[in-house]
């Protein structure tokens, strides 16, 4: 990546990021409504944070913080960089205000086109590339959070207006197609072009026994005929954790969902809408999605088999990003990614052979290789850009505000 | 109370509450940084609610409410108007934004004049006396609650420059006074023209064995005494529940308070000051009141002790009222009230004969009648006029974000 | 107390003890089925550790300790002995072994033998009356604490039948009997014949304004009114804190009740038995004890009411006390004592003068003068010869596993 | 298997378990001193209670349960059989009495004789050898379970003398072994005289890169150098979660060790001894043996590696298994399997094409193939006969009670 188009792609992603913000009340930018959830105050300062502390401090000298305080108060979780305020009190800032964290987001964007055009070295720029995609991930967790944040408000406010332009025209048909049986390569491959972060590589070879894997995701539709059919009280269904969760918690259905007058309705961005029964069905936990691929007689996909069918897919279009602004999943033709976060039964783990970046941007992936499941494909609200068939999500076996879904998988030859 | 005074008085209650919070940013209003902590935004709301609930919409005909949400959203306790948001989320609510409320606010308040220029029964005007009065106190928890709100921020923001009226001269003696030995009458004496609350009825004799109590309250210099002399440190001189406490939150100074470069420093609403020695101690638990008192060798009056020695001290000048604008306590002469809210060692329980008010609003005070401790005596955050000798507050042992102080009492004759 | 006549008290004190124990089987000794609830032979080796701890090592030169561990691990709560096994894993130890107990039992039994032969100084003659009363004390909590564990076992366990002795024909008729209005005299007289708690002096003089209180306690069969007239479903005859508690712990008859095949039913020592509607109900909290009151109509009396009140009814017949051995209340005559202990309205706190005991022994009851409320009367597991009209007791308003019960009080002139 | 066998086998196994309980106290059957920790009482009727429920009840016609009660009080988690005794309170039930459940036992053991001398048909024969399995693991968690109880009391009981035999010779330097580069073959070879457990199947084939492996486990006196090297202050070794847990519960070292005087002890099932520093370091949990392994330059195996180089491993004499009755590690010569089951980076899940027992069997294993780690090699605490090379044992990152320790991997080309 060369300092032009850096700079260029810097300032669309940056842009990008604070257009998402325009819909919002002042009063919307500080609220935390569960403690995986931050603020929007927060996700604008944490991007910012990040190129200050990354590339800014080391790259230029005699560099002024905009505000010492905010190494310490916007910190995610870097312990090389040292302290930083809780987590769960990120909602509990009303300062600093909202238009001191955009003039935190000038400051900073001055010192990087300031750092850019004067020709850094490439560890800079190389910084300044993930920083981009850093600011992406955010982008998506943005409107997760807000969506949290908005949605479990008895209220229940609008963010943004649907898109008007229809959704295309779909088939109606899932198909399950056959692969493995064979070595197949997975990770990035990695060019002067593109990018990846380190959990992607190194690419290597894996050998898949023969597997079938559906054309696209799980539809409301089917998944209301496993509510119908009892799945939320049939254990036999469901993972020993999983079942105890659902318990503790009262899941009946996938989070936004609730019942009114008989009839089933949803939680969007856009408001409340009744289900729609075409549309791939969204914001379920790993512990629902592997619950209704047992009571459908399949089961889900290891991220490897998913890679591999991804990879052969490639002609196919594609299904919702973030930059239709729709943000939320609608009607799919076949395709592999678009839509939904896809659960695979694969905890997240080092490929053989990773190396984390060095020194305290290797905090970045590494550190999370335990306990959570690898998700794959993207969500509507994900920059497409951002995108990448050997891009590994992560989340927890609980976890239900990402916009997470179901692609079923089969054995072939049983 | 006549309708065109009580029209001035509520103007001028109502206006205050806004007035308090003229300093605040948008964003300070939405936070509430523990689940006794409401947001500003909250108490604006609610104090609202309070008339709309019990005063317009059954004196009003056709009564419009501003928005059928806001019963559910802004109810605080009352279990006989159904049910309400849950407290401890009063923070995770970004709308209705801070503009609706004041909208909301000068909607209620234009149905509230129009009531009152319309000749309304008593009923009607005894609840906007009570309404009043319940705008109050909240003046006093919007002020505490902020403090929380901007005393836990790691930035430590200011709420209001200090005023520059120099503290008046004071004496330097703590008196022990005697009293005691005698019936005393207790409680409120109605007239037409005086309210209280149905906790202060009816007004009952207690009889009193002799005691001493001091003519002012403990200083920061005493109780930084205490805490040299190891006091934190010392289990007999706690009570159990008290030590336990203690220890689980870690408590080492009052709230607010902490060490820096070898000096002592606190937060207050004008910014961090250093402690000063001749102000009245303040924040601090009924445990610290009680084992401070232990080790000063004396121990916490009862209401009973309080309210009989402050009948004789109206002649005195009182200490700091919220009417100031102040907000911390400030050294004091002799005086029984102002400054901080003082511990007894009384018990929150029904005066003999005791009897809620009818309906729905006898939740306001009787169901709290346990597991509380009676303080008195008004503080600096609380409304000069609001303030009388028979006022009952009540708090749990545990609480330390009101303005809650020391006096000492004696026993005379061991 | 002479020294003989002091061994042969403590004789048959600590002899009684072993007695409660004898229905036990080996594995009963060890749990602890909740935290409140201390195993049986914590209790065994606790009573013998404050003889140890307060009379052996301190006036028996050269004393050797049974076992230097024990004064880590059967400490209750004193600060002034040092560090303590946490009370929460009590019943986590399965050694020492109720044998070993017992033979620290002896022990510490041939010690006191020896040193009351001796001719002791008088302080250790009041310390080991002090400890003779602790162990009474003891031994009730002895038999609740077992009742909680057998009663919460699935399989029920009986611990000892039931007596076949019928019980005394009762009068069917509540009577209200007045009484206040004048000065009263509370707290114990000391003899040098008699006993008392710290907490019962100084005797001292509490104005009584008229009232009237019952002759008798609520039985089961008003009780089950309350609850089927809803009782448990009526916010407005519950405590703020109460229905908090019931709803969090969903509550909806006494402890040990349940239903079956329509009818009510609860867990005695004897096993299961239907529900006697003439028997006083027992095992409620003070939350339940104080809607009911609120729902029949009067109010929980004041510790002083109730105590002017039993000075004048010491002709009556008292109800049952665990010298009986039946250990569940039975029917009873007008009585001011026996069978469960009365909750009353006062928080326990210190009589105007109180002095703790000297030393440690100042924590035995000084430091729980917070939060609590004060239970009188004695219960059908308190050995009457340890009860005194006088007496204190006290529990957290939530607990329910003592023998609690209610009698009621009203207000005279309403 | 045939009927004789079996019946020889059952009686030897049965027997076994209640040979390990001879050593034991009534007291020491009841303890539970964690939610994981079953008591032994515990683990003698829930084995017991498998037999009956899923051989007995099903094989025998009118079999005649020995106490109805008992299929609630006894299932561990089979929601097929419906609701069960709450698993944090096991260590709550003084009763059925220990003696009860050795006559519990006796009472299935003969119904088991009867029907394996009747000519059962071969399912059957099939749930009993489960059940014998079954048994053998709890043999181990009765082993790991007591050592939880006892080390974990203040006294810290012996349980066995340490077994006089002495260790055999061993030498002193670790080796790596290179494997891999090539396709493994992977689970379980089914023969008739073999048995596994279903999550051992299907046999499969993996591709597995080049590596390298130790030939014996992590000394004490390695892990030492870890704790001296600020290991456990250094957060860039530890995964996220490791980090976090870590803080939380304050470990410094594995459980059961302990300074004293400048050294290192830890509590065996034989007391007290000085750290070994030749002996493989055991109770450590996932998050421990992956940081240490972090800091030695190499990583944690996956399940995979390890069974591919185990299976070469086959002539290598074994560690130390429960046979020997030392329930301690001892230090090695090269061997893959013995004294501590080895974390493996390998989250616990299905095989490709895993398939369940039929009906409630299939919650033996299979609903908890998430949030687990696998570890292989068996432990100084399981049976020798119990295991196999593909045997898959698995617990939660956090768990430390088990004999789990650490084999190092490394990666070979890089």
Known sequence: MGCSSALARLERVREQTERLCEPL???DY?????VDASPPKWHLAHTTWFFETFVLKEAVPNYKAFDPAYEYLFNSYYEGVGTRHPRPERGLLSRPLVSEIYAY???VDDALRNLLTSGPEDEWLRRIELGIHHEQQHQELLITDLKCNLGHNPIRPVYLDKPTNPAPPVSSQTTFVAFGGEMSEIGATLTTESFCFDNELPRHS???APYEIADRLVTNGEYLEFIDNHGYQDASLWLSDGWAEKNARGWQAPEYWFQQDGGWFEYTLHGVEEIDLRTPVCHVSYYEADAF????GGRLPTEFEWEAAAQSGN???HGTFA???HFHPRPQNPTFCGDCWQWTSSSYSPYPGYRPLEGTLGEYNGKFMANQYVLRGGSCATPHHHYRNSYRNFFYSKDRWQFTGIRLGR???H
């Open 206 to 208: 894996v050998w898949l």
């Open 411 to 413: 054995n072939l030859d």
């Open 25 to 27: 009340e002042t009063e």
């Open 293 to 296: 691929a047992r009571w459908a």
């Open 30 to 34: 500080c609220i935390q409504p569960m």
């Open 105 to 107: 987001r000038e400051h």
């Open 323 to 325: 930059d239709e602004a």
């Open 315 to 317: 002609d196919l279009a």
